[in-house]
């Protein structure tokens, strides 16, 4: 008798999980349903649910760019800025949420545009794309105005370089910045 309980309620919970999934799914199903037919305040209320039921880290970031993309699309920006900050609490190095990241801060350009290209440096720095964060940093440097944002900028090209095994390039942008600040404790320990 134990033995047939143990089986059935280990039915029951295989059952009940697949059932949780496929909750899930349909939740994220309609949510995409809705706002490919332009419902977008019937998307979110799905992507929403979607999330509740959401058992896996895969599934909660699908919920959360469904969410950000209804929003954005919406004009619901600070909801959407609160779902791309939750996705990028889960998953700190998602792509998809990094690049809408940079894009909002491109969008949102300031008119210094030191700050603007260094921190889209940091940025793809965070990205792992030393690439990308080595063509900011530069325009950074080629910008900035003080003493004080060339040895960021600088700084952060050291650094890029160094990750990107560049280190030639990065004992020379060392090099300036000791020129530039000739008393930096970061850029003396790093000789």
């Given at each position: 008798m134990k033995i047939l309980y143990?089986?059935?309620?280990?039915?029951?919970?295989?059952?009940?999980s697949a059932y949780a999934d496929s909750k899930f799914d349909y939740f994220y199903e309609t949510a995409?349903?809705?706002?490919?037919?332009?419902?977008l305040r019937k998307a979110i209320k799905y992507y929403n649910k979607a999330f509740e039921r959401a058992k896996t880290k895969?599934?909660?970031?699908?919920?959360l760019g469904g969410l950000v993309s209804?929003?954005?699309?919406?004009?619901?920006?600070?909801?959407?800025?609160?779902?791309?900050?939750?996705?990028?609490r889960i998953d700190p190095k998602n792509k998809w949420a990094l690049k809408k990241l940079r894009k909002k801060k491109a969008r949102n350009k300031s008119s210094n545009k030191f700050s603007y290209y260094y921190e889209n440096a940091g940025i793809a720095a965070k990205e792992d794309d030393y690439y990308?964060?080595?063509e900011f940093y530069t325009k950074a440097f080629e910008v900035a105005r003080t003493?004080?944002?060339?040895?960021?900028?600088?700084?952060?090209?050291?650094?890029?370089?160094?990750?990107?095994?560049?280190?030639?390039?990065?004992?020379?942008?060392?090099?300036a910045l000791l020129k530039i600040d000739p008393k930096n404790k970061?850029?003396?320990?790093?000789?």
């Amino acid at each position: 008798m134990k033995i047939l309980y143990s089986v059935t309620l280990a039915v029951l919970l295989l059952f009940s999980s697949a059932y949780a999934d496929s909750k899930f799914d349909y939740f994220y199903e309609t949510a995409g349903i809705s706002a490919e037919q332009h419902e977008l305040r019937k998307a979110i209320k799905y992507y929403n649910k979607a999330f509740e039921r959401a058992k896996t880290k895969k599934q909660k970031i699908k919920a959360l760019g469904g969410l950000v993309s209804a929003n954005e699309r919406l004009g619901h920006k600070k909801s959407a800025r609160l779902a791309l900050k939750t996705l990028l609490r889960i998953d700190p190095k998602n792509k998809w949420a990094l690049k809408k990241l940079r894009k909002k801060k491109a969008r949102n350009k300031s008119s210094n545009k030191f700050s603007y290209y260094y921190e889209n440096a940091g940025i793809a720095a965070k990205e792992d794309d030393y690439y990308e964060a080595i063509e900011f940093y530069t325009k950074a440097f080629e910008v900035a105005r003080t003493k004080k944002e060339k040895v960021k900028a600088l700084g952060g090209l050291v650094t890029s370089y160094e990750y990107n095994d560049q280190y030639s390039r990065a004992r020379a942008a060392l090099r300036a910045l000791l020129k530039i600040d000739p008393k930096n404790k970061w850029a003396l320990k790093k000789i």
